[in-house]
């Protein structure tokens, strides 16, 4: 009746007696209605929560009922042979699915591992059984506000592939959606390391100037795409850039004494769009990470595409010497490492602030900010942080280029911040290699001739 007979229960732990509590012996008959343990079953979906796991005989290996379904029911006899089932779903108290390794979810995606955490959830990697193609499964905690978060994200994602089909603008391509029991998913191509993770791996070894050119080309290109279809990303750091690829060469370091690696293919992809936010929405007071925030978002003198601009200023600094401009976690702190960094911030934005800003605590007196030189953090800060051009690790003319662009693009004043337009034609991309020049970029436009008035149409401090 059946070829082979598993002598084991499809049970899960804390079943609570629901599971086949019985099963046949090899030489047993069928026939008899006793309870049989069956591994090898074929799940058919009659309707929602729902379901039929079939008994074959010759189910292949990869179609094993997942651990994550309790067999209710079940009746066998010489014309039918059916188990009746439902799916039990838990999650943990984050909020977090709890899944196993081989699960499939949405009929069709099968989890292999876990690629990857966060505080919105988790990422793993599954393989799409109806393609045959290995992708990545962007799991959502069935938490309120990152489902919603997760639906303005699918909903930029959407945004952007009716403008960009082909995904020639070097954002992350959506595969395909669901809703998972209260967990939004999101399949996304497979790709790389992040050039963080890469980095970190690399025991924080800088980037090769030629590669961070390439890397900042595209991410210009790329985020310049967003602010020309009136999208800020809000949250670009080094974690949501992703080689497309990143497999690596390595070689012996003498000077200092370990292995380096170097990634092969410079290509990367922009990632994370949870909280990309469109001109006419409404924009949260306080956005980006920490140590690539702007000062005008620190402020509270409001923000729009510019603030993506010093975010990627910051970013070219932490790729071109493997540390983090900012590296603090305080508001006045951060101002301070600013005015250490890049020299006193205008008086206009201090100004501002005092008038404008809905916060309790006030960070400047008299327009200069208060902060004391003496105090410890004072001493880390004086210690820790040096002048932006003091940090070049040479004097020759490409080095010099870069942190031209990096100190343009760390302009305190939004409305006299470098656009991404402008930056594409900065000296520092002429020696860029043709085939590393994504697309077209006409229309040159002098660095001086100022940014779009749409690009800078929400901050208080012009």
């Not at 609570?16 to 008899?32: I, K, Q, R, V, W």
């Not at 909020?95 to 081989?102: A, C, D, E, N, R």
């Not at 699960?103 to 393989?127: N, S």
């Not at 690539?292 to 923000?303: D, F, K, N, Q, T």
């Amino acid at each position: 009746y059946f070829k082979q007979l598993e002598q084991q229960l499809i049970i899960r732990n804390g079943a609570n007696g629901c599971g086949l509590e019985t099963y046949l012996e090899e030489d047993a008959s069928p026939g008899d209605g006793e309870s049989v343990a069956i591994t090898r079953c074929l799940l058919l979906k009659r309707q929602r929560n729902h379901f039929d796991l079939v008994a074959l005989s010759d189910m292949p290996v990869d179609k094993y009922a997942g651990d994550n379904w309790i067999i209710e029911e079940y009746f066998v006899d010489h014309n039918d042979d059916y188990l009746t089932a439902k799916p039990v779903i838990q999650d943990d108290a984050d909020g977090h699915l709890i899944y196993h390794t081989g699960d499939i979810l949405h009929h069709r995606y099968k989890i292999m591992a876990t690629l990857g955490e966060g505080t919105f959830g988790r990422v793993v990697k599954v393989k799409d059984m109806e393609r045959d193609y290995c992708m990545a499964l962007k799991i959502i905690k069935n938490v309120e506000k990152y489902r919603e978060a997760a639906k303005l994200e699918i909903n930029a994602l959407e945004k952007i592939a009716q403008k960009d089909p082909h995904c020639d603008h070097l954002c992350v391509k959506m595969i395909d959606w669901f809703d998972y029991h209260g967990h939004m998913c999101i399949v996304f191509e497979m790709l790389g390391l992040s050039v963080f993770d890469f980095l970190r791996e690399n025991n924080y070894e800088p980037y090769p100037l030629d590669q961070v050119r390439h890397m900042a080309y595209q991410l210009c290109y790329s985020v310049k795409f967003l602010h020309d279809n009136r999208l800020t990303h809000t949250d670009l750091k080094p974690e949501n850039i992703l080689f497309v690829d990143s497999d690596y060469t390595s070689h012996y370091n003498h000077k200092i004494n370990r292995e380096v690696r170097r990634v092969k293919n410079t290509d990367v992809r922009l990632i994370d769009f949870g909280s990309a936010t469109f001109d006419h929405e409404h924009h949260s007071t306080i956005v980006s990470t920490r140590h690539y925030r702007a000062p005008e978002v620190i402020l509270e003198l409001g923000w729009s595409q510019p603030c993506d601009v010093w975010s990627i200023g910051c970013i070219l600094f932490e790729l071109y010497l493997g540390i983090t401009l900012f590296q603090t976690h305080d508001n006045r702190e951060h101002l301070a490492m600013m005015e250490r960094i890049l020299g006193q911030i205008p008086y206009r934005m201090a100004r501002n602030h005092t008038l404008y800003s809905k916060t309790k605590t006030k960070y400047f007196y008299h327009g200069k900010l208060d902060w004391d030189e003496k105090s410890s953090a004072g001493r880390y800060v004086r210690d820790h942080c040096k002048p932006l051009f003091l940090c070049q690790l040479s004097d020759s003319e490409d080095h010099c280029e870069l942190f031209s662009l990096i100190k343009k693009m760390l302009e305190y004043e939004p409305s006299s911040r470098i656009t991404l337009g402008e930056a594409l034609h900065h000296p520092f991309f002429d020696r860029l290699p043709p085939h590393h020049r994504v697309g077209e970029v006409s229309n040159k436009q002098p660095l001086s001739s100022g940014s779009s008035s749409r690009e800078r149409s929400h901050s208080l401090s012009r």
